[in-house]
């Protein structure tokens, strides 16, 4: 058990829907980090948030977006979703965020399965 | 651009037979480089963190090798246990992104 918690485990929905999902660091890290996983693509960075604050952003669609909030537990919204966008999608945390020497070893929840009909 | 190739795509081993994994990585400018091992339908489970060419991380019957253009995983008389996806990933000192391989797919037959 990595201690980031991810919710809802699994989540089924419609084209042209919104839905939210949740993550919870673990106690102690200040960052952190929204995947998204597919069968062809692999691991995609979405974004990163340190503390409260966009770090990091990779290749995230302007249909999603994400936040994290004062207690740091950190929402990942996807709207008007397309049937491409079913995928496992992955939070982790990680202690830092802060620049070298230091890395970002990060680690990972459970993962929440989107699947758009 | 920064870019992470992971060789073989798969593999099979049969049981105690030893192999290497190959991460090739293109970066500018290497803040770490993480191995991470995935089972079918959960997340990465973190293995090793590797900063500088020339070092070498172990645990149990995994190693870790860094130069400065790839990594190797190394897996000495591997168990059917060991079977799962094998994820590579660096992050660039640049921008602190973090770029994932697409990983090798382990199979160990008992």
């Known amino acids: 058990d990595s201690g980031v918690t991810q919710t809802p485990k699994h989540l089924i929905t419609a084209t042209g829907q919104r839905v939210t999902l949740r993550c919870s660091p673990r106690?102690?890290?200040?960052?952190v980090y929204w995947y998204q996983q597919s069968l062809d693509q692999g691991l995609q960075f979405l974004i990163q948030?340190?503390?409260?604050?966009?770090?990091a952003k990779g290749n995230i669609l302007e249909r999603f977006s994400a936040q994290q909030f004062p207690d740091l537990h950190s929402e990942l919204n996807l709207s008007s979703l397309e049937l491409g966008d079913s995928a496992l999608y992955f939070c982790?945390?990680?202690?830092?965020?802060?620049?070298?020497?230091?890395?970002?070893?990060?680690?990972f929840g459970p993962g929440t399965r989107l699947t758009v009909l | 651009e920064d870019q992470v190739t992971q060789s073989p795509e798969a593999l099979r081993l049969q049981e105690g037979e030893s192999s290497s994994l190959n991460c090739s990585y293109t970066?500018?400018?290497?803040?770490?480089l993480f191995w991470y091992r995935q089972d079918p339908g959960k997340g990465p489970e973190f293995l090793f963190t590797?900063?500088?060419a020339g070092e070498e991380k172990e645990k149990e019957r995994l190693k870790a090798t860094l130069t400065k253009k790839e990594s190797f995983l190394h897996i000495t008389a591997p168990k059917p246990e060991d079977s799962a996806t094998y994820l590579c990933?660096?992050?660039?000192?640049?921008?602190?992104?973090?770029?994932f391989g697409k990983g090798t797919r382990l199979h160990i037959l008992p």
């Open positions: 982790a945390s990680s202690v830092a965020g802060t620049r070298y020497p230091s890395t970002d070893t990060q680690y």
């Open positions: 106690s102690g890290d200040l960052s």
């Open positions: 948030y340190y503390n409260g604050e966009e770090r």
């Open positions: 970066v500018s400018g290497l803040r770490g």
């Open positions: 590797l900063y500088s």
């Open positions: 990933a660096v992050q660039a000192r640049r921008d602190d992104k973090i770029i």
